[in-house]
Structures are given as C-alpha cells and as structure tokens.
C-alpha cells in the first residue's frame, strides 16, 4: 500500500530550535540538509544552519507517515515556505524566547503563512528554561496574536514539552475537521 | 519574566504595545554609553521620565513620592517636566532597554498625563521603511478594528489620513485595498496599521475557516493523537 504522507510544518526565525524540536521527537535521524554557516551574525550562533529543510518521522499507521517539516530560519530561504506550506495539515512557529529581534522574523512568517496557507497553527516560545526569556504572553503581544492563537511555552529539547506542543496543534486542527 | 532587548531592533512602539497591553507599572530603564535614563509607567501610561548616573540608583526608591522628593519635583509640575522630557526619550535610537514589573509604588494621586495610544502613534509616523516591514510585511494581510477600537482611537489624537485608514479596516479589506480606497501611499498606510496594532485599535482578522491540506478524518486525527501520546 502507498504511504499517505501527513504534513505538519515546523517553522522559525533562525536558531529558535526547530531541527532540535524534530530531533526530539522523530523516530528516525532527522534528515537535514545543512550547510557551514558562515554569515557574521550567524555563525556567532551556530555552526551549521538548514539551507533546504529538515525532516522527522512518525509511523501513524500501515497507510499513513507524519512528516515534520523544519524550514530554514533566514528569510534568504524564503522560496522553501512556500513549498513546504503546500498540502501542510497545521504549522507550527518556534520562537527564541530569549531574543525579541526574532519575534520580528517570526511575525513575518506568520503572516505569510496566514495569507497564502492559512492552516490551524500554534506559537512555541522556546528557550524557556533560558535567562532573560519572555513570558509566553508578552511573546503574544509582541507577535500581534489574539487569545484564540495558543502560544505555548517550551523547551524543544525536552520531549514531553515537544508532545505537548504538538497536541496542542492537533486540537486546533480537529475544530476544523 | 523579562522584557529586555536593543532598542536598535525593537523600538519604542513595540516595547509600549507590550506595556500597554496588560496596563504594566514598572520602570524601563534605557542604558547609553554614557546616560541611563528610566522611564516610571502606571498602568500602561509614562508618568515620569529621569536620567540618572548609574542604573542601580534607580532602584534605591521603591517609592514614587521619594523619587519625586529626591529630584527636588513637585506633583503639580509632572504635567511639565514629562513634556519637557519625552522629545529627548522619543528621539532615542540605540541603547538598551530593561522592564522591571511592579518595583515601585505609586500613591493613588499619580494618573495618567499623556495617554500611550497618542505616543504610540507619533512615534508610528516616523518608522522607516525596514521597520514597518517587522509588522506589515505583507500586502494580503487582513485586519480587523477591535472591540474597543473608538475608546483606543479617541487617546491616540488621529489625524485625518489616520481616520481614513481606520474607516477602511473592515475584515476584508487587505493593506493593498486600503492603499487603493485611501490613496495615501503604501509606506504611510503601513505606518498607520503598524501604529493601530500596536495601540491595539486593530487586530489580525480572525480566522473563520482554515486550510487543511490533507483529507483528515476524526479517527485518522485521533490515532495521530494517540501515537504522539504514546512516544
């Protein structure tokens, strides 16, 4: 039988955590496309960055494969939004809680998913175990959401919290289904 | 919980849309090379602005008429010294900000002098192309006023352009029909929209229906359910 493939969407400014938010919950290695990063600004955070995408497993069934999906964080890969955002059945926006420069990132691709590809989505303010994090709901003003977007505290390496995130996704998705 | 960053990419306008939102009481303290300044919010509003030496004197009083007594100010003269003062906090660019929630007190006396909504929106006006983009960066996007919209729009002094744009927001309406029915040019409109959410006169609108891009059943949701449960 062919694999009916699942789409969800794991989507962020640059270093908000969403390979490492697959990572955790993925049943196979991560599959990641990354390059040497090599910008100043950037390679002050990390070594390597996703340049294509990254994805992550889970077998639902015999017939059906969740995909998660993790785009490139730099707006210079912007054409991989559009692609990814194709047939995707929810999105998830990561944040770093602990840097505002990137709220304004994350609210740039809110707003291009919300006018092209407007799936159920939720907010993850990574980085919460981090000094100097904001607080989920000043994320949420910051990010001009209204109380119906969840915006849900976390910590991508911790798997419970990553669970928790997803299945706050897939509540708001079964209001539309 | 912080509210901290550079002033340098999270500008004045978005540090008050956060204050405001909750109506905060706090300080927020601006650090320079060589000037610190701190700025005394009640609910939401500026009530004091002071420059001092070294931040840590700004936490010797956690009493607001202390303060007042230290700066040699008296009550009947903040209106004054805020109007005074907030030309050279407003012109500020660079340095970076710190709140701190609650710190100090305030006798029941001190209120509101300037409403935020009206700062909000002068400092709107001045954003430049690569800020506005932070907010508006896309002419699909549709907006919608709030509840409370004629309260907000009544503190934040709109001029005549302004009211346009507000009258435009309808739900419907994307920031490319509203540059079309106002005929005002794209970087104003999207300085106004910007100013309107972060006064909270506007919000995102809000969603009726969503895409779902696969055929999801109720049981298919809830064995995906179940297996992230179960991980």
């Known amino acids: 039988m062919a694999e009916k493939k699942i789409k969800i969407v794991v989507a962020g400014p640059y270093a908000a955590g969403k390979t490492q938010f697959i990572n955790t919950i993925s049943e196979i290695e991560t599959v990641k496309t990354e ?34 999906f993790g785009t490139p964080g730099q707006a210079r ?24 420069v990137t709220f304004h990132e994350a609210r740039r691709i809110i707003n291009f998913f919300e006018a092209r590809y407007p799936a159920p989505y939720v907010v993850g303010a990574n980085k919460q175990d981090l000094k100097g994090a904001w607080s989920p709901e000043d994320i949420r003003t910051a990010l001009d959401l209204g109380e119906e977007i969840k915006v849900i505290p976390l910590v991508a390496t911790d ?15 079964s209001k539309y289904v | ?11 004045f306008v978005d540090i008050f849309q956060i204050l405001l939102k909750d109506r905060k009481d706090g300080i927020l303290v601006i650090e320079q090379d060589h000037n610190n300044i701190a700025v005394y919010f009640k609910e939401g509003d500026i009530v004091y602005i002071r420059e001092v030496k070294k931040v840590f004197y700004i936490y010797l009083d956690v009493d607001f008429e202390t ?14 010294v805020l109007v005074a003062r ?57 907006f919608e006023k709030s509840p409370n ?54 919000q995102r609108e809000k969603k009726k229906e969503r895409k779902i891009g696969f055929d ?5 949701l809830n064995k995906i359910i179940s297996k992230i449960k179960g991980l």
Not at chain 2, 67 to 80: A, C
Not at chain 2, 90 to 115: R, V
Not at chain 2, 153 to 177: M, P, Q, R, W, Y
């Open chain 1, 159 to 173: 798997k419970e919290n990553v669970k928790k995130v997803l299945l706050e996704l897939l509540e708001e998705i």
């Open chain 1, 35 to 68: 390059a040497r990063t090599t910008k100043a600004g950037e390679k002050e955070k990390k070594d390597h960055t996703t340049v294509a995408m990254d994805f992550g497993r889970i077998k639902i069934d015999d017939e059906h494969t969740l995909y998660l």
């Open chain 2, 216 to 220: 999801l059943t109720k049981n298919l």
């Open chain 2, 86 to 142: 907030l030309p050279k906090l407003l012109s500020i660019k660079e340095g970076k900000f710190s709140f701190t929630s609650g710190f100090i007190k305030y006798p029941p006396d001190i209120k509101s002098l300037i409403p935020i909504e009206k700062l909000i929106m002068y400092l709107a006006r001045q954003l430049t192309e690569e800020e506005v983009e932070r907010k508006i960066s896309d002419l699909n996007l549709v």
């Open chain 2, 67 to 80: 303060v007042l007594k230290k700066e040699g100010i008296d009550k009947s003269e903040l209106y004054n």
């Open chain 1, 77 to 100: 890969f912007d054409f991989m939004w559009d692609i990814l955002g194709k047939g995707m059945v929810g999105l998830v926006v990561l944040v770093d809680s602990t840097d505002p």
């Open chain 2, 149 to 202: 919209y004629e309260n907000i729009a009544k503190k934040a002094f709109l001029t005549d352009h302004e009211k346009k744009i507000l009258h435009s927001i309808d739900g419907k309406n994307k920031v490319t029909d509203i540059i079309n029915i106002t005929k005002l040019d794209e970087l104003t409109v999207k300085r106004t929209l910007y100013g309107f959410l972060a006064c909270g006169m506007i």
């Open chain 2, 1 to 11: 919980m912080a509210i901290a960053g550079d002033l340098k990419t999270f500008n």
